[in-house]
């Protein structure tokens, strides 16, 4: 086959490659296989939130709520969770959404063997490219669970806030607001302009 001016002598459809569909679960999160259809994605994502404990599962929430509204059904069928992330294409909804996650990809190539990459803007070089060197192939992403952020005694926090809301009585209406962060600056810091703003809104 000829693709841009080169010639390949052998080609290999990914997706009847068996391996790279495999999904599997273990005790840090899931591995994705490239090839992972998004539909089969959602489907492993609803059956964790649904099984799974909530803490546990709260960055797979998030994934399902973006794969429930990504194109639709037909495209979800067909699209790759792997070729969705390498295509690098910057309106694409996954990739936001896995980089916040802490995501890595597996990669392979003949020359190199496997290595591991964050998913992060790193990957990114460009609308459309990536940092794969153009023998590797992804094999699978790996999607840890939300590790719930427990303080221990004597853990200096590095950001803190407090929040203080009172609502006219009888109503959702706002009719004082204050929030503090410490740890933003060198002193404690209002968020003075969000809280006026807020005060007289009603909240849903
Ligand atoms: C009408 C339409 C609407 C869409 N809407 C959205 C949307 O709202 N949000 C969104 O996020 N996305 C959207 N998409 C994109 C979609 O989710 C897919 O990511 C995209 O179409 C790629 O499709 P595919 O996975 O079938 O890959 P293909 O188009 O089949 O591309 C395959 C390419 O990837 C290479 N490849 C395959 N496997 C590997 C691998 N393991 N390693 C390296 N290279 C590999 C192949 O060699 C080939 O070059 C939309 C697409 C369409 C057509």
Known sequence: MQVKGV????????G????LHTVTWGKDGVSVGAVCTLSSLKEEMERAAREMEAERTRGYQALLQTLQCLA???????????VNILSANPKYDLNSVLAALDCTLQVQSKENGTR?????EELFTGFGKTALRPDEVLLSI???????????EFAFSIVNAGMKVVFRKGSNKVE??????????????????????LVGQCVD
């Open 7 to 14: 010639h390949h002598s052998l080609v290999i459809y990914a």
């Open 176 to 197: 004082s607001l204050n929030i503090y962060y410490g740890g933003v600056g060198p002193t404690l810091v209002k968020v003075g302009h969000t809280c006026q703003k």
């Open 116 to 120: 591991e990459i964050t998913l992060n």
């Open 142 to 152: 790996d999607i840890p669970y939300s590790k719930p952020a427990q303080r221990r």
């Open 72 to 82: 639709g059904k037909q495209i979800r069928n067909m699209a790759t969770i792997g």
């Open 16 to 19: 009847s490659v068996s391996d």
